[in-house]
């Protein structure tokens, strides 16, 4: 009986594999060691997510599909590694056994995801950051356009387009901005570790045009955040200045023109932008499509009903991006600047009507949103003073500089 039992004990040990799967194998335990061994036991592989990339393409040759979905799969409850971006940064450690030892992958500026090998796992927790807020002034005069003014004062171009948005309902940035108006800005800058990050919000500006003083004040209040005078009026309006930002009139309005296509005159009922094809144009005013398509001579177009009888359309689109019966909030981007139509090059027509009559967008001052409400503007005429005191000091610099 004994000699069976040997027997049988002996073909079972033979019939066992001699090692599981590597992937599925246990992996050893992680033990403490000195700088340079953890070194010389690691691998380490840094790299940038491309276009197209998944998490699988990203490691491929690193790790086996098993191993990535052990690691997307120890992730999940913190992040989904399915929703990687261009770009982004991560690091891969692996250990002498071929196991992740350490997995790092930016998500962004302030949130790292990080996995780690504890024992016989993996563990995922999230790294987060947090920008230190500091408020700058920043004045410049304008010789040529805004952007160049910015530039020449240190800043980044999105603090030219930040401001020319502020200003969007009163200013039409293609026609009135002249050689020797000047700003003055009041915003935050964001730091990470003591290093310039990003601009943050503009708290409050001051837009100089000849003899018209513009100033606006950021207020978020119950209704959300917005932009007023000193008085508490909103400088949002209605209706936006122009459908597109930093371009040029090439054609106004007018009751008789000669076309540059069937060269015979007559009415140009709207304002002609020159802007590259592709621009992006956006709907000045919150409506409905009514019309997406093509229609007759100016091309590609997009017509939009709003309250109160207007109605605006933008012509010679090359692309659209909306449909008809589609609502569009003001600053949405309904399609790009093109040359379908009768058009002799690219260039957006825009106009406008109300109750069925043509109207000069140039001329248009619509009415205001609400202003600050009653029970806000204490906390509102607060801001207003503590802004006005730093817009009113003298501009001895044109670089950017900290205030607090």
Same mark, same amino acid.
Request: aromatic residues 8%; proline residues 6%.
């Given at each position: ?250 054609? $106004? ?12 005159? $007559? ?138």
């Amino acid at each position: 009986m004994m000699k069976a039992l040997t027997l049988l004990a002996a073909v079972i040990l033979l019939l066992l594999p001699t090692h599981l799967p590597r992937w599925m194998d246990a992996p050893p335990p992680v033990h403490p060691a000195s700088p340079r061994a953890a070194d010389d036991r690691l691998t380490v592989v840094r790299g940038i997510i491309a276009r197209n990339d998944t998490l699988a393409t990203a490691l491929a040759g690193l790790l086996p599909p098993a191993g990535v979905h052990r690691l997307v799969e120890a992730a999940r409850p913190v992040y989904d590694l399915a929703r990687i971006s261009v770009g982004q940064p991560f690091r891969l450690a692996l250990g002498a056994d071929g196991f992740i030892a350490a997995f790092t992958y930016g998500i962004d500026e302030l949130r790292t995801l990080r996995v780690v090998r504890r024992g016989g796992g993996l563990e995922a927790d999230l790294l987060t950051r947090s920008y230190e807020t500091r408020t700058a002034v920043v004045a410049g005069r304008i010789e040529s356009s805004l952007f160049e003014a910015i530039d020449a004062a240190g800043e980044e171009d999105q603090l030219a387009v930040d401001l020319a948005d502020i200003y969007a309902w009163d200013v039409d940035f293609n026609t009135e901005i002249q050689r020797g108006d000047s700003f003055r800005v009041v915003f935050e800058k964001r730091l990470l570790e003591g290093s310039f990050a990003r601009n943050g919000r503009i708290l409050a500006a001051e837009l100089t045009r000849g003899d018209r003083v513009l100033r606006a004040f950021l207020h978020e209040g119950t209704a959300g955040a917005g932009y007023y005078d000193a008085e508490g009026r909103p400088l949002r309006r209605a209706f936006l200045r122009s459908p597109l930002r930093f371009t040029r009139i090439s054609s $106004r309005f007018s009751r008789s023109r000669l076309h540059p296509v069937l060269h015979v005159r $007559r009415p140009h009922l709207g304002v002609d932008y020159a802007a590259p094809t592709g621009t992006p144009v956006s709907a000045t005013g919150d409506g409905l499509v009514i019309a997406a398509g093509w229609d007759g001579g100016y091309g590609r177009a997009v017509r939009i009903r709003h309250a109160n009888g207007y109605e605006t359309l933008y012509g010679h689109l090359s692309r659209i991006h909306v449909r008809r019966g589609q609502r569009v909030a003001q600053g949405a981007r309904i399609g790009a600047v093109g040359s379908t139509g009768l058009a002799t090059g690219p260039h957006l027509d825009y106009r406008m009507r109300r109750d069925g009559r043509f109207l000069d967008p140039l001329r248009l001052r619509s009415a205001p949103a609400a202003p600050v409400p009653t029970g806000e503007r204490a906390a509102f005429d607060d801001s207003v003073g503590r802004w006005s005191a730093l817009l009113d000091e003298p501009a001895s610099r044109r670089a950017a500089a900290f205030v607090e």
